[in-house]
């Protein structure tokens, strides 16, 4: 093949094998069996290494980690990481709503018709706040104190279910996207039994195990411990919509995962039906939560 001809067989390569790993880590759906999957992947490693001035360096071969950190640089929030406030009753949410009805009747009446809730589970996993330039991921940083954070850029490209590069058009040309970085319980079980059978001692919980592998200097580790994300949260200058929920469900189409546990209501009974739903199945789905946002 002419040179030409390798390097767009590596781009149309890559942009299959994005295109597999999406609909399989994201979209829990699998197109080819694991053997095609596994040749394409093959494949593409072959030529990459054969023509490493076609490589990407966000191809889907550099998802298996190999980078030793020595330290983690700190990074200032552009949008700090504030603490969400608690609550325990119906009744407070009440009052929530009630003084948030007077501040809209006060300053912006019109606004009232429009009022409405959107209810989300809250995930029992680590912060993250991950930063896209131009369609690409360009840096993901912890929590932290909520001011700065850890960039761990080198760690979350690990995360099969975070995309290197977005999917369509229509997002802004550098924006962040929060969320919440997890072990699954049928992963945390895995661990804990690969390393009962190693002779080693297993986690306590799967935030913990979350947290502690985010945070590893060796990729390579991260890469194999299979950690997750949801995407809750999106900001910006120059955002495609003005109201979270549109936000969100145009970030699904750009190829994060969104969950689909999320319901919009225009009154409280609607809150409370979500709240009540889920004090009852939170126990029947493959990610711890604590607590409805």
Known sequence: MELKEIE?????LIRVVREHNHNYYVLSKSEISDLEYDNLLKELQGLELEYPEFADPNS????????????FDTVIHKYPMLSLDNTYSKEEIREFDIRIRK?????????????????ELKYDGVAIGLIYKNGKLLKAVTRGDGVQGDDVTV?????????????ENGHPSEFEIRGEVFLSQSSFKKINQDRIDAGDSPFANPRNSAAGTLKMLD??????????CYLYGMYGDSLPHGSHYSNMRAAKKWG???????????????????????EKERNNIDVGIDGIV
């Open 103 to 119: 501040i809209l009747q006060n300053e912006s009446p019109g606004l009232l018709e429009s009022l409405t809730y959107v209810c």
């Open 8 to 12: 767009n067989k590596i781009k149309e």
């Open 155 to 167: 760690n979350v490209r690990t995360i099969k279910t975070i995309p290197l590069v977005l999917k």
């Open 60 to 71: 889907p071969t550099k998802r298996v980690g190999g980078e030793v950190a020595k330290e």
């Open 219 to 228: 990729s390579r580790i991260v890469a194999g411990r299979n950690l997750d």
């Open 256 to 278: 994060f995962k969104v969950p689909d546990f999320i319901v919009k209501s225009k009154s409280l009974e609607g809150v409370f039906d979500f709240i009540d739903l889920w």
